[in-house]
């Protein structure tokens, strides 16, 4: 009875709140949708069904409670619903942004629990309260119900002192909780256990990948035997390679240099660092890749440089990785820009072959599949490996409620 469960996935934002509902029999999604501009005049939210259909609720929205209860509605709406009554929703996985210290794994909800995600707000100010407002406003809708917390951190607490933490005084760390403690931690443990059986290396501790997560937020993880050792985002998402509208990693004088040449404030700074920079800012036109490919092909400058600066940095922190592991069997490239744009796959990877990592043009013609793009024989594989983060969280999720360890 219990492989029949349908489990319900939520992943909310600050002003959004996107929800799955699979079921576990078949590990099918049963239905999706997203609530936009939570909190906000004109909130809505759509749903949709596999078989395309799909239904557009404009109702305001206070909270994530409202958000929540609308989702409810849709899920046993008579016309687009995927249940009779909410009792066959059997549980609820979450996403947490920032389980800090406290989580290395996915965990089953309760009090102690909540306070933890509270604890580490200062860490998450924009989602962890909007993580445990999902969270709270399930358990006062489905009693009894149980929830679990997925961290994206989680899978990065393996990292040693020496890879997390910062040159700065000690006491920052012991008294301030600053480190790096990495996100996107679900998609790199999907995809780096995906190139593991598909190498043949399932269990192999001498297994080594780098994991390429490229999306609107990018990143990359270092993972040997199936333990992260490195990572590129830090004590927040905006470290490492430049992504859709972050910087990435620059040097931290430019705060004050450029703070004292605009009048700009602190928050302001950080704003501009955070929603004004990455792609965006360099090529002053979009954050979206395929924008850019297409800005470049009408010799947009500022989007080929864009482009230049993304793949460069991503080649660099991939070799890098190869030296923090002592070598390399695998590349895995994933999300929207890593599943869909080849021509940055192959451009990252550009002059990587002295350490034996090239992509085949032929094999690299492919899209948001799994897919082998090294060439026949290459001693280093690189594959393109889709990631599914709300699958992750419904499989820990039923795991926990059945008792099993993940
Ligand atoms: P998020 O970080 O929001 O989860 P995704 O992983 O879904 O983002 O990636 C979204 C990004 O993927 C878009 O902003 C766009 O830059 C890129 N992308 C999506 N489709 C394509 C495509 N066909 N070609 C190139 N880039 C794409």
Redesign the pocket.
Known sequence: MIRSMKILVINAGSSSLKYQVFNMEDESVLCKGACERIGIADSFMKHKLPDGRSKEYREDMHDHGDAIRLVFRALTDPEVGVVKHMDEIGAVGHRVLHGGEKFTASTLVDEKVKAAIREVIPLGPLHNPANLAGIEACEEAMPGVPQVAVFDTAFHQTMPPRAFMYALPYEYYTDHMVRRYGFHGSSHRYVSAEAARVCGREGDPEFKVVTCHL???SSFAAVKGGKCIDTSMGITPLEGIPM?TRSGSLDPAILEYLMGRTGMDIHEMTNVLNKKSGMLGLSGKS????DL?KGQEEGDFRCALAREVFVYQGRKLIASYAAAMGGVDCVVFT???GE??GD?RQRMVEGLDFMGIAIDPQRNNV?SKLAELSPEGAKVKVWMIPTDEELVIARDTEALVEGKSI
């Open positions: 999306g609107n937020g859709g954050s979206d890749f395929r490919e999300a929207g820009v869909n744009d940055v899209r």
